[in-house]
């Protein structure tokens, strides 16, 4: 055997394959940067619109406790008193003769959509009856979504 000829390791050509593929971090903040632009341009809108929701979410209890007022008017002849609430129309009360409820479905009085109770006056300056929602901010007047919700304007 004669000499040993040293040849230098063969290396392997790596080809660049579709599975190797990655992304750079470049290209993962240009990415993250426009999602938070979309987010912030459009999240406003949609909190905007969720309030104004609730705001005619209240208005269409409101009109269904005046329909239920109505029948419980034609059944007894009287609206509920301050006292009785708005309970009277899913409960009977002492005073309420001819009563044939329930009034509403349920069982129960909903809240208003920020969870707090409505507030029922009869007799009323505006009516024969107020039922008021305080808004969002649960306090009277406000504007916007924290303004008060009524039976008396629409």
């Known amino acids: 055997m004669g000499a040993a000829t040293l040849r230098p390791p063969r290396r392997r050509r790596r080809e660049h394959c579709e599975s190797e593929a990655g992304y750079t971090l470049v290209e993962l903040l240009v990415v993250i940067t426009i999602i938070g632009l979309i987010v912030a341009l459009v999240g406003p809108r949609v909190l905007n619109y969720l309030g104004e929701s609730k705001v005619k979410t209240a208005r269409i209890q409101i009109q269904g406790f005046s329909s239920a007022l109505d029948l419980f008017y034609l059944d007894t002849g009287r609206y509920p008193m301050s006292s009785e609430g708005l309970g009277a129309l899913v ?13 509403l479905k349920g069982g129960t009085v909903p809240a208003d959509p920020w969870g707090k109770p409505y507030t029922y006056r009869s007799p009323s300056d505006h009516g024969p009856y107020d039922i008021i929602s305080l808004g969002s901010d649960g306090q009277e007047g406000g504007t916007g979504t924290a303004a008060d919700i009524t039976s008396w304007s629409r």
């Open 91 to 103: 409960q009977r009360t002492a005073g309420a003769a001819n009563w044939n409820g329930p009034y």
